[in-house]
Nanobody
């Protein structure tokens, strides 16, 4: 079974760039048909999709976050990363990485990591 683990700073100052890494265990990020996703949940709100990186093809982003978001993959480390620039307190959330076996809902999730944007 694929396991995912998020890592990164828990506190980011406003206007800085949030950077998170998802390490994948028990599977390869180059697996055919897998789609690697970043999702977040602000306090008191529902899940919000940030972006998706498919095995082949282009990474796609939420239109509301696209101008500030970058998702990349490091195949040598079996990791994928999220960078969200110019953060504000509204970016405070629990951030999850997840895997979908194609264009479906995620079936494998990380445990989530709390990120707070505050000075």
């Amino acid at each position: 079974q694929v396991q995912l683990q998020e890592s990164g700073p828990g506190l980011v100052k406003p206007s800085q760039t949030l950077a998170l890494t998802c390490t994948v265990f028990g599977g390869s990020i180059t697996t055919d048909y897998s789609v690697w996703r970043w999702i977040r949940q602000p306090p008191g709100k529902g899940l919000e999709w940030i972006g998706s990186s498919p095995y082949s093809g282009s990474t796609v982003y939420s239109p509301s976050l696209k101008s500030r978001t970058s998702i990349s993959r490091d195949t040598s480390r079996n990791q994928f990363t999220l960078q969200l620039s110019s953060v504000t307190p509204e970016d405070t959330a629990v951030y999850y990485c997840a895997r979908s076996p194609g264009a479906t809902a995620p079936v494998d999730w990380g445990q989530g990591t709390q990120v707070t944007v505050s000075s």
